[in-house]
């Protein structure tokens, strides 16, 4: 892939000049090799430091979240996985369609600072790519104004619930076990929470302490509690963006559970696929159909 | 709300909690009592307003309090008070027991029916086979919050 970097700088010094837009959410090159963290610019002359290169794995479409109620237009950068984030975040009618420029970008993969650091190694080319990268399925961004480069064509891989399938077939105390290894690590810092594009409620339930409808307290009970509400609140929602488990300082493995609920809404109500369509009915815990599995009688 | 158990295991009986919807099946649990149906006492009721208003929460809550398994009654589908609760309440709780049976609970500890106000039978039939299942699979500690 050619580094489109010249041409987003351009585009983006354009639209701060003419005042298209207020910002630009982009990512820029790290103190370190593998990292390219996000930038905010708001001045023509700071386009230059913008780039997109193998680490450039952040998705950008929650910091709209922070200027909703802003009035600002934002010009950002997506490429095919956070575009579906970003049309979470338009169908959930958090901000206006025509409050965001959106600049497209087709993906062949990025990779993860943590993988580079573990694996050792001393350039890019050393590092494999991310593992949400090897299981995507939009690697064009599926709502743009305007795209940079060549559209890419989706890598042909293996079962993305292969994962699931193997917890599936371990018995309940198994699963159990497993399951409360992992919860048990978790530190509630809530990292998952913040980066997801479905995760974008103005007041989360966890942040109300009065009423107090969810606990804060970090033991094995309530943080199995914390990420089965979670995922719960993200059934049909999710966008399978895999930032949640990105972003875990603890190496939760988020997706898991994620996926699962995807396979199991996909038998139970027919394929579905969310944030792929920006004008769709509403996702499938927010309808039904009369003739849905019965299992109650 | 807490329901602890006094740990003794010989004295253990299941202890149920069941969320039934006002216009239905608690009208149906009303039914079951006034026609002095024989049924096992583990169960305790909560009156919602409708099946959809049981929040998958709610039943963790309880979980984590202690209880051994939890009942969702509502209206048959096609006869919500509101037109369309339950329907909305049947895909929650088809995906939600799948959920916990991912995650190692048993999927019997969840359980859900459509009981009418006229079916005090059903009612008092699916107290005693829900007690019985949940006997079954004797106490519960999974998810259980034991630092309260
Ligand atoms: S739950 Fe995780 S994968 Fe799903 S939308 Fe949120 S951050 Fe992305
Ligand atoms: S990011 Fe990881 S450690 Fe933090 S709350 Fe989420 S699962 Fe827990």
Known sequence: MSDPSGEMRELAKKLLENGEVDRIIGWEKGNLWYQSPPLFITRAEETDRLVFDDFAINSLVTYLLDERDSGKKTGIFVKGCDSRGLVRILQDKQIARESVYVIGLPCSGKKDPRQALSSGASESSQVPPAAKCEECLYPNPVIYDVIIGEAVEAKAKGDRFAAVKEIEAKTADEKYAYWTSQYSKCLRCLACRNVCPACNCRECAFDISKPRILAKENNLSHNMVYHLTRAFHAAGRCVECGECERVCPMGIPIMQLNKKIIKEINDLFGPYEAGVKLDETPPPLGTYQTSDPEEFM | ?148
């Open chain 2, 1 to 148: 709300m807490s329901v602890k158990s006094s740990d003794a295991q010989e004295a253990w009986e299941p202890k149920i909690l069941a969320f039934c919807c006002n216009w239905c099946s608690y009208a149906g649990a009303d039914l079951a009592g006034l026609n002095r149906t024989q049924q096992p006492p583990n169960v305790r009721i909560i009156r919602v307003p409708c099946s959809g208003r049981v929040d998958p929460q709610f039943i963790m809550r309880a979980f984590q309090d202690g209880v051994d398994g939890v009942l969702v009654a509502g209206c048959h589908p096609g006869d919500c008070h509101y037109s369309t609760g339950n329907f909305f309440a049947r895909r929650r709780f088809l995906l939600f027991q799948r959920i916990f049976d991912y995650i190692g609970i048993d999927p019997g500890r969840l359980q859900n029916r459509w009981i009418s106000g006229a079916e005090g039978d059903k009612f008092a039939a699916t107290v005693s086979k829900v007690t019985e299942d949940i006997r079954a699979l004797g106490p519960n500690r999974k998810l259980r919050d034991e630092h309260e």
